[in-house]
């Protein structure tokens, strides 16, 4: 009887695989990928010729009762795209007729964009709710959004870069301007971490480009905006060529203070 092994696969640099990652693609006698085409590169950089065939959202019910039919004599290991296979891919359904059917399921820990922009967002996050791709509707998205708007932990999202600045405009009307660090590229050549407020995000990602993890602050998770948070947000709004009016209409929202008395320390910041 054999074994689905779940391997996590690079989520852009192909050197973060993991040894064991690398040794279970080795000995599996077949290997059943999202796309083909990407995990042919993977394979190659590192010498392994086992099978492949695919699987994916469309194979159809024939093709998961073929590989679980397979689980009866052969190894199976499971691979997506990029990152940890059923997050965000077809994987868990032949996981579960895998289990259903008696056959031992093994995953392997490893790399994930979740985590990775978790543990670089620098947003507190001693518990999360990932949500996935946001919705394509707008009225879908700000409904799921204005949802989770009193989730104390912090949110977890992905977008595509022809969406994400209409994405950002609707977290900030369904969850005000909270903290949020957008990830784009991550390990790969143009990575790209941004840390501010959700309305510093909507002027600094103008033309996106690439693949994005959103993490947003929870409700009521950040600290006080302080006088030095505000000079820093001024400071930061003048550097990219912002205009008064809006340098001083966004920190009069991020920190409650009144835009005259914001208006005159911007003034003093050409001093």
């Not at 998961?64 to 994987?91: F, K, M, Q």
């Not at 995953?107 to 947003?123: N, Q």
């Not at 507190?124 to 996935?132: P, S």
């Not at 302080?226 to 920190?251: C, F, I, P, W, Y």
């Given at each position: 009887?054999?074994?689905?092994?779940?391997?996590?696969?690079?989520?852009?640099?192909?050197?973060?695989?993991?040894?064991?990652?690398?040794r279970?693609?080795?000995?599996a006698?077949?290997?059943?990928?999202e796309?083909?085409?990407?995990?042919?590169?993977?394979?190659?950089?590192?010498?392994?010729?086992?099978?492949?065939?695919?699987?994916?959202?469309?194979?159809?019910?024939?093709?998961?009762?073929?590989?679980?039919?397979r689980?009866?004599?052969?190894?199976?290991?499971?691979?997506?795209?990029?990152?940890?296979?059923?997050?965000?891919?077809?994987?868990?359904?032949?996981?579960?007729?895998?289990a259903?059917?008696?056959?031992?399921?093994?995953?392997?820990?490893?790399?994930?964009?979740?985590?990775?922009?978790?543990a670089?967002?620098?947003?507190?996050a001693?518990?999360?709710?990932?949500?996935?791709?946001?919705?394509?509707?707008?009225?879908?998205r700000?409904?799921?959004?204005?949802?989770?708007?009193?989730?104390?932990?912090?949110?977890?999202?992905?977008?595509?870069?022809?969406?994400?600045?209409?994405?950002?405009?609707?977290?900030?009307?369904?969850?005000?301007?909270?903290?949020?660090?957008?990830?784009?590229?991550?390990?790969?050549?143009?990575?790209?971490?941004?840390?501010?407020?959700?309305?510093?995000?909507?002027?600094?990602?103008?033309?996106?480009?690439?693949?994005?993890?959103?993490?947003?602050e929870?409700?009521?998770?950040?600290?006080?905006?302080?006088?030095?948070?505000?000079?820093?947000?001024?400071?930061?709004?003048?550097?990219?060529?912002?205009?008064?009016?809006?340098?001083?209409?966004?920190?009069?929202?991020?920190?409650?203070?009144?835009?005259?008395?914001?208006?005159?320390?911007?003034?003093?910041?050409?001093?």
């Amino acid at each position: 009887m054999g074994t689905l092994y779940v391997v996590p696969t690079p989520i852009g640099n192909l050197e973060d695989i993991t040894l064991r990652a690398l040794r279970t693609l080795k000995e599996a006698d077949l290997i059943a990928a999202e796309d083909t085409r990407v995990t042919r590169k993977l394979l190659a950089r590192y010498e392994i010729g086992a099978p492949l065939t695919s699987f994916h959202a469309h194979s159809g019910r024939g093709k998961l009762e073929e590989l679980a039919e397979r689980l009866r004599d052969c190894d199976i290991a499971l691979v997506s795209d990029a990152g940890t296979p059923t997050i965000n891919d077809p994987g868990q359904e032949l996981i579960a007729a895998a289990a259903d059917m008696g056959f031992e399921v093994v995953a392997l820990p490893g790399a994930s964009a979740v985590t990775t922009a978790l543990a670089a967002s620098g947003i507190r996050a001693d518990g999360f709710v990932y949500v996935g791709f946001l919705p394509r509707r707008q009225a879908e998205r700000l409904g799921l959004l204005r949802g989770l708007a009193t989730e104390s932990r912090a949110l977890v999202a992905f977008e595509s870069p022809h969406r994400v600045e209409r994405a950002l405009k609707d977290i900030r009307e369904a969850l005000g301007d909270r903290r949020i660090a957008v990830c784009r590229e991550m390990t790969k050549m143009h990575e790209e971490i941004f840390r501010g407020l959700v309305s510093e995000a909507i002027e600094y990602f103008a033309a996106p480009r690439g693949e994005f993890t959103l993490v947003m602050e929870g409700a009521g998770s950040g600290r006080e905006t302080t006088a030095a948070d505000t000079a820093e947000l001024l400071k930061r709004m003048k550097e990219r060529g912002a205009s008064a009016r809006d340098a001083v209409k966004m920190a009069s929202e991020a920190s409650g203070r009144s835009r005259r008395e914001l208006y005159a320390e911007w003034l003093s910041l050409d001093r």
